[in-house]
């Protein structure tokens, strides 16, 4: 029994999580109060929403509806308190959403967890790049459609850390040091066209600089890529992977295992670029979400 005024684990992350969502819909900034937990919850298109699932004595199964399908939903936690880590796609709708959560016993019932998706305006960015990176020949645009498949495969990799080997906290350290020369969720616009939005954080190096692994790993993808460059993929565990590009040396191979802090690739000017940068990606449950919120 808890003592007179004090509070359980569980109450506090539910609670936190509503008053963070609660900030949001109010324009509020979710890092005006000294976080706990990473990464830091910000319902908003392209952020993360912690939801409580409570206890229960195994990890339960949590699913994000996508589409036509389900998509698997990373849980953190322990018998005590779960708590599902979600990411929201920068195409996301604002307004009511929610996850299932399998039944925990046989003959058990399914149930929902409601979150909401409150606005977020995000500015314009227009860069002048190769007219050849925008516009494309017919056999650029041939090579961009097979790698784009490919990339689609490695982005629905989703894999069980074995008992013990998942990190206990999802802090990350950035991958290099250097100025942010471009943020997450830029509306971004090429030699005058439209293009998707900026989908990661950029960040200002000289090539050849090293970039470490910003959480333990294993290497799900390296490759030369038309638009990203030299890029090579980190799998975290259960959907969270992180994104490398225009590098200009890959030190690993697939399935290669890098600790965290350990440098496995260099800066460079590969691809679709202005100047030598990382362009650093995070991704959960299948959608690119701003990696601002776990540092």
């Known amino acids: 029994m808890l ?30 109060a000294a976080p706990e937990v990473w990464p830091r919850p910000l319902q908003v298109p392209g952020g993360v929403a912690r939801l409580s699932l409570g206890p229960a004595p195994t990890r339960p199964l949590a699913l994000l509806r996508r589409g036509d399908g389900d998509v698997p939903v990373l849980v953190t936690g322990d018998a005590i308190e779960w708590t599902a880590v979600v990411g929201i796609a920068l195409a996301a709708t604002p307004g009511e959403s929610s996850i299932t959560v ?5 003959g058990g019932r399914e149930r929902q967890v409601p979150f909401t998706v409150a606005p977020k305006h995000y500015q314009e960015q227009r860069l002048q790049v190769a007219p050849r990176t925008v516009d494309l020949a017919p056999e650029d645009q041939a090579r961009y459609e097979r790698e784009r498949d490919h990339q689609a495969g490695v982005m629905a990799t989703f894999t069980e850390p074995p008992a013990g080997s998942a990190p206990s906290a999802l802090r990350m350290r950035a991958p290099v040091p250097g100025r942010r020369s471009s943020s997450f969720g830029l509306r971004r616009v090429f030699n005058g066209q439209p293009r998707n939005p900026h989908s990661g954080m950029d960040i200002a190096a000289a090539t050849g600089t090293p970039v470490v692994a910003p959480l333990a790993g294993r ?18 565990g259960q959907g969270l992977l992180t994104l490398y590009c225009h590098l ?13 802090g350990e440098a496995f690739c260099q800066v460079g000017a590969t691809g679709r670029v202005t100047g030598p940068h990382l362009h650093w990606g995070v991704m959960l449950n299948r959608v690119m979400v701003d990696p601002a919120l776990f540092l």
């Open 102 to 106: 399998a039944a925990a016993l046989p």
């Open 219 to 236: 290497v799900i993808d390296v490759g030369d890529y038309f638009f990203n460059g030299g890029t090579v993929w980190l799998d975290h």
């Open 248 to 260: 200009s040396r890959m030190d690993v191979r697939v399935g290669d295992a890098v600790k965290a």
């Open 3 to 32: 003592p007179p005024g004090a509070v359980s684990r569980r109450q506090v992350l539910s609670g936190g999580a509503g008053l963070l969502a609660l900030s949001a819909a109010h324009g509020l900034h979710a890092q005006s």
